[in-house]
């Protein structure tokens, strides 16, 4: 498959594009800076561009068969970044529907599973998140009601542990006693994702 990867340089990126590239794909990385990916110069096409230029990001999908955004705020926020999700999904969802680039596999963040309650997720987010919860909430509203054929991934915390592939899995909801998981695991499970069109319109819970 012909994939984009957005945010790439970011530790589930740097993991989408090892293993996407593992697996056969053709990649290319749409980013602000290369960064290490430098160093694949060759070996999967780089873009840079404005993430949320939706004309730009538009001319960057043409010819691919998917999207995998890794793509998410540093934290502590600052305030110009407080509705920077927003933003993307808006920014997205636009260059999406402008070509014929409809499958999207994005990561959204756990603290949106208000059910959950060992993890108490949404709980702790609101608590000392409450920037990042509202600004995920708007970026996964805009995706839904997009008309795309999308996944929303909710990983609870991320580590830098080894890949394993041995992660749970739950549609709607996160896995019970789902307090973490491994970037390379959330990486493996998005690849996959977008190759089997598994999850299509779902959004889905990962933990180890």
């Known amino acids: 498959m012909k994939l984009v990867v957005l945010g790439a340089t970011g530790g589930i990126g740097v993991e989408i594009v090892r293993q996407a590239m593992e697996r056969g794909h053709s990649i290319t990385a749409f980013v602000r800076t ?4 430098s160093t694949l110069a060759g070996r999967i096409q780089l873009i840079q561009g404005d993430m949320m230029d939706a004309a730009e990001l538009g001319r960057a999908l043409e010819g691919h068969d998917g999207v995998l955004s890794a793509f998410g705020p540093r934290l502590p926020l600052s305030n110009k970044d407080a509705d920077l999700l927003e933003r993307f999904a808006t920014t997205l969802t636009s260059a999406m529907l402008q070509t014929a680039v409809r499958r999207a596999v994005i990561v ?3 603290f949106l599973f208000k059910d959950s309650i060992i993890p108490p997720t949404y709980l702790f987010g609101r608590l000392f998140f409450p920037s990042v919860v509202a600004d995920a909430e708007a970026m996964e ?3 839904m ?8 991934v909710r990983p609870p915390q991320l580590t830098d542990k080894p890949q394993t592939e041995r992660y749970r899995v739950r549609e709607e909801h996160l896995p019970t006693f789902g307090f973490k998981i491994a ?10 994702c977008v190759e089997n069109h598994a999850s299509s319109r779902k959004i889905v819970g990962l933990s180890n």
Do not use: H, K, Y
């Not at 009601?145 to 929303?152: P, V």
């Not at 390379?184 to 996959?192: E, I, K, R, S, T």
């Open 145 to 152: 009601e997009s008309g795309l054929d999308w996944t929303l």
């Open 141 to 143: 509203r805009i995706v």
């Open 183 to 192: 970037r390379a695991d959330v990486a493996n499970f998005m690849v996959q």
């Open 34 to 37: 290369p960064g290490q990916l």
């Open 108 to 110: 959204s963040t756990a």
